[in-house]
């Protein structure tokens, strides 16, 4: 199976803060990797799309890089609706991980 | 506008089962398959596999094989989990995904709270 590390598991942060959460996977899987943003009580939400795309309706602010094993996710302008927890997610081979998430507070 | 809705909350004993609904609209549902993952009780997204709503073809975790049976109903454009023998740590919300295999999880179920307690 494909361990997904995320880091950090929880930061914090202010309104206006550039935030950059990284993901890494124990082994190469190109750009199949989403990005999940869940808020207390809900469903998560998807972000971004094959390592860099942005899901439909998406702000701008959400950015995602990355290819191989390392990704990372930039908020660029934190506001108070993105503090949430947020997860990569590799689809590259089965089982589909999931990281252990990074709350953002 | 895509839709998937979920059945309401169960409590179980342990060693029942339960079959969890997930009813979609607004696109045609045998274009993407479902994934079906859980969160227990303060914890991190659990994958717990995928189906193909073409053909029935599923791919489970490893954790579920022989407890989990995913099933679809195209002519009412609905997507089943049944977990079987329940126990206590299976308590969680459980969520469809839409997508999950060459398509990543775009649209998510609004989940459902399963509770196993005796």
């Known amino acids: 199976d494909i361990q997904m590390t995320q880091s950090p598991s929880s930061l914090s942060a202010s309104v206006g803060d550039r935030v950059t959460i990284t993901c890494r996977a124990s082994q190469g899987i190109s750009i199949y990797l989403t990005w999940f943003q869940q808020k207390p009580g809900k469903a998560p939400k998807s972000l971004i799309y094959?390592?860099?795309s942005l899901q439909s309706g998406v702000p701008s602010k959400f950015s995602g890089s990355g290819s191989g094993t390392d990704f990372t996710l930039t908020i660029s302008s934190l506001q108070p609706e993105d503090f949430a927890t947020y997860y990569c997610?590799?689809?590259?081979?089965?089982?589909?991980?999931f990281g252990g998430g990074t709350k953002v507070e | 506008q895509v839709q998937l809705v979920q059945s309401g909350a169960e409590v179980k004993k342990p060693g029942a089962s339960v079959k969890v609904s997930c009813k979609a609209s607004?696109?045609?549902?045998?274009?993407?398959?479902f994934s079906w993952v859980r969160q227990a009780p303060g914890q991190g997204l659990e994958w717990m596999g995928w189906?193909?709503?073409?053909?029935?073809?599923?791919n489970y975790a490893q954790k579920f094989q022989g407890t989990v049976t995913m099933t679809t109903d195209t002519s009412t454009s609905t997507a089943y989990m049944e977990l079987r023998t329940l126990r206590s740590d299976d308590t969680a919300v459980y969520y469809c995904?839409?997508?999950?295999?060459?398509?990543?999880?775009?649209?998510w179920g609004q989940g459902t709270l399963v509770t196993v307690s005796s």
């Open positions: 094959a390592a860099s």
């Open positions: 997610q590799q689809y590259y081979s089965y089982p589909r991980t």
């Open positions: 189906i193909n709503t073409y053909n029935g073809y599923t």
């Open positions: 995904a839409r997508g999950g295999d060459t398509n990543p999880m775009d649209y």
């Open positions: 607004g696109y045609t549902f045998t274009t993407y398959g």
